[in-house]
């Protein structure tokens, strides 16, 4: 400091009309470094000296901005210096978890920034020419540098040769011991060199500059007038008058080269560079934007029109690109090493038309206008053009403030300004180049600007900062249409696809084109068609189709139900969740709402659903068949597979022995699976037909029993399902029966935002068939689960001998070729290490004429088998099983089983949620399902040709449940919206026990719990949020007193929940209290599957047993503010802290929850009410979870053509005639999966076939536990897989890599990457 007070001289710096003209704006990056492992990385002292070390070459940055007679000046006083700020401070966050969360803005407890978008008063009410905020992150793990310099005093590229030479000083400093001296090294301020760099002839404005720098204005003359310090704080307050909102996109280089060969191929421009490719896209989505924009805006934009002369005509948009004239004066360019670091850029109008800017989104012909239109501004920017703008600007001293009106009052417009060539990345302080440099969380409106870029870079990351609602139309602006490609375990129609549409884009501009046939329109809240396509015609054709937004494969959904038992305890199920109290004490029954099913049909002549089809009088007022094998939507839609009349009567049955939910409810049926298929499966197209049928028919309700397994909502059915929501429809969806397979199997449209996903919850009795054994101590009769209806039906009609064979393995458990003769007799076998049909296939081989598989835990689950298996099977209890076996050692035993035999017993699993229901979180932890209903053997209607009545078990019948509560809620709260119903659902539910553990069950499975209508409907308070996933966990000492908190090291969240009195006369008081639930797992301790996963298809949990922990070692909610007492029709905020399970290893990778259970007590009553707020969250960090799968069914491998490991893949070679595949289970959901072929020269060719997927869930252990792709000699270049080629024979291997949870896929640090062994390809 001495050293700089000495050398320092008195000088002023005449500022010139280039330094006003960006001075509204200042230059903030903040830097973050990691530390390699060094104690002395980055000191204070040494970033401190070298900071003033530096000064002693930029002494400008120590003066005072003044103005005198409409000039500007910088005047450094030695004896009164307007010295930089300089700040330091210590973050109780460790760098890894900066890193962790990408960088975040908010991933740092407090803004690392210190000052606003637009220069304004420092400490000494004055603007400061640096700030510098130096922030420690937590155990000295590393640093963010914030540094800001404003336009007043230097551009982007001064700015850049500051932080540069500080950087080099630093690192000289860090490692020299000083025997050789750092020169000095002078830079250039004096603004005169850029008047003396100008040509004496000068070209003429344009009529765009003229108005922007030429013009005058009131408010320009107002601006002029204010001092630089009242400026600069009138534009602060604007921008927190209309906030903006800051966004990071990365753009690819595979994108820019694409649109970039668009561009050239249309021949409107012979040469574009990516800035003008980057330019243009900015424009378009920005305009777009804008375009959008509510009446207040539009009134604002009039008005501010009014009051200067409009830069724009009417829907024109500005894009104001910003262009330094160094590199175009040729004794700028000759000065250096000497450089010039002053103001030296100035803002370049581009103006196009905002229609043309919109259609850019769907026309590669609009597209390449607008890019044309950027570059031939630029190149028409010469030093004639300079000198012209350089006396408009030195004319008038307030032509600045002019230009600054005109584009404050300019709405339509983006300024755009490129800082990737300035090398930020090369700051070095000599501990490491910066890991990311970031802009300001908020800047100014409407501002763009291309972010500095590190060394190999795939692309750029630009900044956009406009006002939120623009924002929120440009990330739901896909811009470019895409093919989105499926994963192969997922079922498409073949040459089938979902074509999106632009909004104002007609149908007909996919008619006509050769090979492409469209096979239905849909014109609802989902605009676009479903098109077939011939063998020659690729996806990306279509997508390339002028007016289209997103292509999707045709995807083909199941049924989510199975087989299950009679039963007839409907009243008890109704008791239990509330129902029955809502139909007698309330008198509710559905009556005046209206609901609609998507589902097989129904069979409408049916006594219990009202023998009637769109009659006077008749429950079935609206539908339609939407099937692949009608013939018109218009045909009756007559149920053939029975699933569809099974859900109709949970929902509506009107007689005694099927009591419906909502009996008096108005119902449509929109039938979409075919009688044809053995699997009764339909498709995207026929779905998204249906749904907008029954929104067009205004219904109510959308009961949905169907799904795909992705956790995923990125597709078009959970699209459109959320639409419908946001419309005010209630949509009700299965989650899924995948639970045999584990965590993070929700199906979509389940996981769609706003969606009821519905978990499944088994009925308390069970009536069903029955066996009778003949042992030698007399006759036992046994409840029996027939196995699924693809297997003949178990009735064996005289006594048959009953064994328990051994396999090869010398196993009961029949997993490998049984030994002993089976002919004539039924096999008993254990159930476990391997499938049904496996068991029941090896006894068939065996000449067994029935198979009864006994559990190897406590309940009865749902059985089925493969359609190989052609013999009867049968699922017995634990106990029964253990029974019949040990009768069985001790000598002869006999069974029968007579049709129609029946048998009630009380269900071991009652009440509990069922085995094969699927579980959440989804991708990104949100939690679901939502909600839980009977749906485990649940007797009901059937088709009066199948029998009339039957039990089915699925998420399929718990769904429609779900939907026939909606309309008794809607009946007694008609205008009641669905947000509304989500939460009261969600908060009135009750909790499921887990008979095996205490607790109840895990979140992730139950949702808010067992759905209880009744309580629902009388429901006098509300809360918001309904649930808590938690998926930002932070690892931090908060200080809260309490032993549990003070003495650990755990992630913890904290979240405030509103609650809401809505009784209009009584004050309520709050007490709260917590309910810790399972914490569930899908691995062992040794980091593999779970075999009791793999054998059982049943997860761990913890606590296996309640009281073998302390209580204070389960999840904890701690209320730690709010007011307990609410005034009637007010709120209150209750902050709860939320840890995790105590002691739990991070490695076993476990997931934990709860519920805060708000107990709730009028004044004047008694009796408390409970309302429940679900959370549920994983105990550590998602982003370094292994996505690939893990032993004994992971990692990747290549296979031969029966899908068996190649064990020694350095001796394989493919040739044309060679099948071979890489199989990848993946153990968690990937944004993206990629897998690609690298060359001997460890050069990447392309993609493989099917190797590019986005949006892809885990691997289903109990369906497709592998995702299979073929490896051969052909790859494509190309995502999309549009442009492929053959490889030259060689040596290569597959590079396949997978987005870990909440990575940035400009990051390649969070991919996992596996690669295979090297093979050969051959001719």
């Given at each position: ?11 002023t710096?005449?500022?010139n009309g280039?330094d006003?003209?960006?001075a509204?704006?200042n ?5 973050y470094f990691?530390n ?7 000191s204070?002292?040494?970033?401190r ?17 003044v103005?005198?007679d409409n000039?500007?000046?910088i005047?450094?006083?030695?004896n009164?210096l ?5 700040t ?6 460790d760098y ?16 690392v920034?210190?000052v606003n978008?637009?220069?304004?008063k ?8 640096v ?6 992150l937590?155990?000295n793990?590393g ?6 310099m404003p ?5 982007g ?9 500080w ?5 000289w ?10 020169p ?13 760099a100008?040509?004496t002839?000068?070209?003429?404005l344009?009529?765009?500059c003229?108005?922007m ?5 009131t ?7 204010m ?7 009138v ?6 008058l209309?906030p903006?909102?800051?966004?990071i996109?990365h ?10 060969s668009r ?7 012979r040469?574009?560079?990516?800035n ?12 777009q934007g804008?375009?959008?924009?509510s ?5 604002f934009?009039?008005l501010?029109?009014?009051?200067t002369?409009p830069?724009?005509e ?5 894009s104001?690109i910003?262009v ?10 000759r000065?250096?090493?000497a450089?010039?670091?002053g ?12 229609q ?8 590669d012909k609009q597209?390449?206008a607008?890019?044309s ?5 630029v190149d028409s ?9 350089d ?6 001293p ?5 230009s600054?009106?005109?584009?404050i009052?300019?709405?339509e417009?983006?300024?755009?300004t490129?800082?990737?060539?300035f090398g ?27 972010l500095p ?8 990351h ?6 939120k ?5 440009i ?9 989105v490609q499926?994963?192969?375990?997922i079922?498409?129609?073949r ?7 632009h909004p104002?884009a ?5 008619h ?6 469209v ?16 063998d020659?015609?690729?996806?990306s054709q279509?997508a ?7 292509v999707w ?20 199920l ?8 809502a139909h ?9 709402v ?19 089809w769109?009659?006077?009088?008749c429950?079935w ?17 007559m149920?053939?597979v029975?699933?569809?009349?099974h859900?109709s009567g ?7 022995r ?14 979409v699976f ?7 499966d339909?498709n995207?197209?026929?779905?998204i037909?249906?749904?907008e ?11 949905m029993?169907?799904g795909?397994?992705?956790a995923?909502?990125?597709d ?22 995948s ?6 199997t929700?199906?979509?449209p ?22 009778i ?6 006759q036992?009769s ?6 699924s209806?693809?297997?003949?039906p178990f ?7 009953v064994?328990?064979?051994?396999d090869?393995a ?6 490998t070729d049984?030994t ?7 096999a008993?076998?254990?159930?476990g290490?391997?499938?049904f049909?496996?068991k ?5 081989n065996?000449g ?15 059985m089925?088998?493969?359609s ?5 099977g049968?699922f017995?209890s634990?106990?029964?099983g253990?029974?019949?076996?040990k009768?069985v050692?001790?000598g ?16 071991p ?12 979180p ?23 040709s ?5 039990s ?9 449940y779900?939907?026939?509560a ?16 989500r939460?009261l659902?969600?908060?009135t539910?009750?909790?499921v ?16 719990g067992l759905?209880?209508?009744?309580d629902a409907v ?7 949020p309904?649930?808590l996933?938690?998926n930002n966990?932070?690892?931090?000492q ?8 003070r ?7 904290i ?5 809401q009195?809505t009784?209009s006369?009584k004050?309520m ?8 639930a399972?914490?569930l ?5 040794n980091?593999t ?8 298809q049943?997860?761990p ?7 073998a922990?302390?209580a204070?070692?389960?999840?904890q909610?701690?209320g730690?503010r709010g ?6 029709g007010?709120?209150t905020?209750?902050t709860?802290?939320?840890?995790p399970?105590?002691g ?19 004044d004047?009553?008694t ?6 707020v679900p ?15 893990s ?7 290549l296979?031969d053509s029966?899908?068996?490991p ?31 072929m690298?060359d ?7 993609y ?18 592998y995702?299979?792709?073929?490896v ?6 190309d ?7 053959e ?7 597959v590079?396949?890599k ?12 969070d991919f996992q990457i596996?690669?295979?062994?090297t ?5």
């Amino acid at each position: 400091m001495d050293l700089f007070l000495k050398n320092i001289k008195s000088q002023t710096y005449a500022l010139n009309g280039w330094d006003f003209i960006s001075a509204f704006a200042n230059i903030p990056f903040t830097f973050y470094f990691k530390n390699p492992g060094q104690s002395d990385f980055m000191s204070s002292s040494l970033l401190r000296a070298s900071f003033l070390r530096t000064l002693q070459e930029f002494p400008i940055l120590a003066g005072h901005l003044v103005v005198r007679d409409n000039r500007g000046y910088i005047v450094v006083d030695k004896n009164n210096l307007n010295m930089p700020e300089y700040t330091e401070s210590q973050s109780c966050i460790d760098y890894k978890f900066v890193e962790a969360g990408n960088f975040s803005w908010d991933a740092l407890p407090h803004p690392v920034s210190t000052v606003n978008a637009a220069p304004s008063k420092g400490t000494n009410a004055q603007i400061k020419l640096v700030n510098v905020n130096v922030v420690r992150l937590r155990n000295n793990s590393g640093v963010a540098l914030f540094v800001n310099m404003p336009h007043y005093v230097v551009d982007g590229y001064g700015y850049a040769v500051f932080v540069r030479r500080w950087a080099e000083v630093c690192m000289w400093m860090h490692g020299n011991t000083y025997e050789t001296e750092l020169p000095l090294r002078e830079y250039v301020f004096d603004r005169a060199v850029v008047r003396d760099a100008m040509p004496t002839d000068m070209l003429p404005l344009d009529d765009a500059c003229s108005r922007m720098y030429g013009g005058s204005s009131t408010i320009g003359h107002l601006l002029a007038w204010m001092s630089p310090e009242t400026r600069g704080d009138v534009l602060v307050t604007g921008t927190k008058l209309m906030p903006a909102d800051g966004h990071i996109f990365h753009v690819s280089c595979n994108t820019i080269n694409e649109l970039r060969s668009r561009v050239e191929q249309t021949g409107l421009a012979r040469r574009v560079s990516d800035n003008d490719v980057l330019a243009a896209m900015i424009s378009q989505s920005v305009a777009q934007g804008v375009h959008a924009k509510s009446r207040t805006r539009r009134i604002f934009s009039s008005l501010m029109r009014s009051l200067t002369r409009p830069l724009l005509e009417r829907n024109d948009f500005l894009s104001l690109i910003i262009v330094d004239a160094r590199p175009r004066l040729d004794k700028l360019v000759r000065m250096a090493p000497a450089k010039y670091v002053g103001g030296c850029i100035t803002g370049v109008p581009v103006i196009n038309s905002t229609q043309t800017l919109i259609a850019a989104a769907s026309s590669d012909k609009q597209f390449s206008a607008i890019t044309s239109s950027v570059r031939a501004v630029v190149d028409s920017v010469s030093d004639k053009y300079m000198s012209g703008i350089d006396y408009a600007l030195n004319r008038d001293p307030a032509c600045f403030a002019h230009s600054l009106a005109l584009s404050i009052t300019t709405p339509e417009k983006v300024i755009i300004t490129n800082q990737s060539r300035f090398g930020l990345y090369e700051c070095d302080f000599g501990f490491g180049a910066p890991k990311w440099i970031t802009p300001m969380a908020t800047f100014l409106t409407n501002f763009a600007s291309v972010l500095p870029v590190g060394p190999n870079h795939d692309g750029y990351h630009v900044y956009l900062s406009v006002e939120k609602y623009v924002m929120n139309d440009i990330l739901s602006n896909k811009f470019c249409a895409r093919v989105v490609q499926y994963p192969s375990h997922i079922r498409v129609k073949r040459n089938s696809y979902i074509v999106q549409l632009h909004p104002h884009a007609h149908a007909r501009c996919v008619h006509g084109h050769p090979g492409i046939s469209v096979s239905h329109h849909f014109d609802g809240m989902f605009h676009g068609v479903a098109v077939s396509v011939g063998d020659s015609v690729h996806p990306s054709q279509v997508a390339n189709i002028e007016g289209v937004k997103a292509v999707w494969p045709n995807r083909v959904f199941s049924l989510q139900y199975l087989n299950g038992t009679t039963n007839g305890s409907g009243e008890y199920l109704h008791q239990a969740t509330g129902v029955l109290q809502a139909h007698t004490e309330l008198g509710l029954n559905g009556a005046g709402v209206k609901i609609g099913i998507i589902d097989t049909g129904v069979d409408y002549t049916h006594p219990d659903l009202g023998a009637c089809w769109k009659t006077d009088g008749c429950p079935w007022q609206y539908g339609g068949n939407y099937a692949s094998d009608s013939r018109s939507p218009d045909d009756p839609p007559m149920d053939c597979v029975g699933h569809g009349t099974h859900v109709s009567g949970i929902i509506a049955s009107r007689e005694d022995r099927v009591k419906g939910v909502a009996p008096q409810a108005t119902l449509g049926m929109y039938r979409v699976f075919t009688c044809s298929s053995e699997s009764a499966d339909t498709n995207d197209a026929n779905v998204i037909a249906a749904m907008e049928a029954a929104f067009r028919d205004g219904h109510d309700i959308i009961s949905m029993s169907l799904g795909s397994a992705t956790a995923w909502e990125e597709d078009p059915v959970a699209v459109l399902a959320s639409k419908f929501v946001d419309a005010g429809v209630v949509m009700v969806v299965a989650n899924g029966n995948s639970g045999a397979s584990g965590l993070l199997t929700a199906s979509t449209p389940a996981v769609g935002r706003g969606v009821i996903s519905v978990g499944s919850v088994d009925n308390w009795n069970i009536t069903s068939a029955r066996a009778i054994f003949t042992t030698h101590t007399g006759q036992q009769s046994v409840l029996i689960l027939p196995s699924s209806a693809l297997t003949p039906p178990f009735v064996i009609a005289n006594d048959t001998l009953v064994v328990a064979p051994t396999d090869k393995a010398d196993s009961a458990l029949a997993c490998t070729d049984i030994t002993d003769d089976l002919s004539g007799k039924v096999a008993l076998i254990q159930r476990g290490e391997c499938s049904f049909s496996d068991k029941a296939l090896n006894a068939q081989n065996a000449g067994a004429v029935a198979v009864i598989i006994y559990n190897n835990v406590d309940g009865m689950i749902d059985m089925a088998f493969d359609s190989n298996v052609t013999i009867p099977g049968a699922f017995i209890s634990m106990h029964d099983g253990r029974m019949v076996a040990k009768s069985v050692q001790n000598g002869r035993t006999l069974v029968r089983a007579l049709k129609s035999d029946l048998i009630t017993v009380a269900s071991p699993s009652g009440g509990q949620m069922s085995a094969f229901s699927s579980l959440g979180p989804t991708a990104e932890l949100g939690l679901v399902p939502l909600i839980s209903a009977p749906g485990g053997n649940i007797f009901s209607t059937y088709p009066q040709s199948m029998g009339s009545y039957t039990s089915l078990s699925g998420t399929s019948m718990a769904t429609p449940y779900v939907a026939g509560a909606v309309a008794l809620l809607k009946q007694a709260r008609p205008g009641i919206t669905a947000s509304h119903i989500r939460e009261l659902f969600v908060t009135t539910a009750r909790p499921v026990v887990d008979s095996s553990t205490g607790l109840v069950s895990n979140p992730y499975s139950s949702g808010g719990g067992l759905i209880n209508i009744y309580d629902a409907v009388r429901a006098r308070a509300r809360i918001n949020p309904p649930l808590l996933s938690i998926n930002n966990t932070r690892r931090e000492q908060p200080g809260l007193i309490n032993d549990y908190i003070r003495h650990i090291n755990a992630y913890w969240e904290i979240h405030t929940v509103a609650v809401q009195n809505t009784d209009s006369a009584k004050p309520m008081r709050i007490s709260l209290e917590h309910i810790a639930a399972n914490s569930l797992t899908m691995f062992d301790k040794n980091g593999t599957l779970s075999q009791q996963l793999l054998t059982n298809q049943t997860m761990p949990t913890w606590p296996a047993n309640t009281n073998a922990v302390p209580a204070n070692t389960l999840p904890q909610v701690l209320g730690i503010r709010g007011n307990t007492f609410v005034l009637p029709g007010r709120s209150t905020n209750i902050t709860v802290f939320i840890a995790p399970p105590l002691g739990l290893p991070e490695s076993e990778r476990w997931f934990y929850g709860g519920f805060i259970n708000l107990k709730l007590i009028w004044d004047g009553e008694t009796t408390a009410s409970s309302h429940v707020v679900p959370y549920a969250g994983f105990n550590g960090d998602m982003r370094k979870l292994s996505v690939l799968g893990s032993a004994p069914i992971g990692p990747p491998f290549l296979a031969d053509s029966e899908l068996a490991p190649i064990e020694d893949v350095s001796d394989l070679t493919i040739s044309t005639d060679t099948e071979v595949y890489l199989a990848v289970a993946l153990d968690l959901p990937t944004r993206i999966f990629a897998a690609t072929m690298v060359d001997a020269t460890n050069t990447t060719r392309g993609y493989l076939t099917l190797g590019y997927n986005e949006y892809v869930g885990r691997t289903l252990l109990d369906e497709a536990p592998y995702y299979v792709i073929p490896v051969n000699r052909t790859v494509f270049h190309d995502p999309q897989m549009t442009n492929s080629s053959e490889l030259d024979a060689g040596s290569y291997h597959v590079h396949l890599k997978v987005l870990r949870p909440f990575g940035d896929p400009a990051r390649e640090s969070d991919f996992q990457i596996w690669d295979s062994d090297t093979f050969k390809l051959e001719d």
